[in-house]
């Protein structure tokens, strides 16, 4: 009798939503921030509202990410300086 090798943890796959302005952004008393925004499934129709609330110590890691996710974007988009007459 032959054993599984160890796949790891099982991991659903992810729902991806199309999350449109306008955004609401707040923060609740014990810092935790909060994001909601509205969705119309059907255009014209009716919006729905969501939102998220991101505990207190994830918004560091947010604000940290963010941080270098901002460095990377300039280093992705930055233009090589022009060759001068040397």
């Keep these: 009798m032959s054993e599984e090798p160890n796949r ?9 939503w199309d ?13 935790a921030l909060t994001v909601q925004w509205s ?12 939102g998220i609330v991101l505990p207190a110590e994830e918004v560091k890691i947010l604000r940290q990410a ?5 460095t990377t974007q300039e280093t992705l988009t930055a233009k090589r ?4 007459a040397h």
Excluded: M
């Design 81 to 84: 300086p022009a060759q001068g």
């Design 8 to 16: 790891g943890p099982l991991v659903a796959p992810t729902t991806w």
């Design 39 to 50: 969705y119309a499934p059907i255009p014209g129709g009716p919006q729905l509202r969501f």
């Design 66 to 70: 963010l941080q270098v996710l901002g």
């Design 19 to 31: 999350a449109q302005a306008p955004f609401a952004y707040g923060l609740t008393q014990e810092g």
